[in-house]
């Protein structure tokens, strides 16, 4: 139970941090805390497309891909519902007005493919995380990633945390759920897509 904890917990403080600062260097040093906390026990994912991804590269058992997926979603939620009590606002995540749909597609999918190649060659196998920085590397990769693709697709590359943020947007009236079928099923495209690569990359 502990193991779903730490996935819950991790994604309420990522989905927070971002959407009160709004800033990228705070969310890849939470990440980067929390896949010291987690990494021997879930893997450190806080992200479906994470999760997802792990899975088709043989690292772990389908048995853990429903709970881990289902903890990060409900921390998502739970971290929106928390943003929207204490600001008294909603935190909207959308592409720019000027991004096109294949390039908002092809974004999120680029830099969904990175970020997760990078995670899964630094905490799979487990005799990578000898290397103390494994940690420190996949959540600076992921505030890069962040301040790259922010200014043109919002933020992205993680299917629980803009689901959260869409629902309460949704619920408060907003439109940003017109974009929720890319947030959602590009980052695990591009999850997969790295398992494959990764997987070629370890034999």
């Known amino acids: 139970m502990l193991k779903y904890f730490i996935e819950f917990f991790g994604t309420f403080l990522l989905v927070v941090a971002l959407g009160i600062s709004g800033d990228p260097i705070a969310v890849g040093l939470i990440l980067s805390a929390f896949i010291y906390i987690g990494a021997d026990r879930t893997g450190g994912h806080f992200n ?20 881990n997926i289902f903890s990060q979603i409900f921390g998502a939620l739970a971290a929106s519902a928390f943003v929207w009590w204490i600001s008294g606002t909603t935190f909207v995540t959308q592409p720019d007005p000027s991004t096109t749909l294949s390039g908002f597609i092809a974004v999120e999918f680029i830099f969904s493919f990175f970020f997760i190649l990078v995670f899964l060659y630094f905490i799979y196998p487990n005799r990578r995380r000898r290397n103390p920085v494994y940690g420190i590397i996949a959540g600076g990769i992921l505030g890069a990633c962040y301040y790259i693709t922010e200014p043109y697709t919002g933020v992205g590359l993680n299917p629980a945390l803009n689901l959260g943020y869409i629902t309460a947007d949704t619920i408060n009236n907003g439109y940003s759920y017109y974009h929720l079928p890319v947030y959602l099923l590009t980052p695990l495209l591009g999850g997969l897509s790295a398992a494959f690569v990764h997987r070629k990359l370890s034999t």
């Open 48 to 67: 479906p497309a994470v999760t997802l991804a792990a899975w088709a590269a043989d690292e772990i058992p389908s048995s853990k891909i429903s709970a």
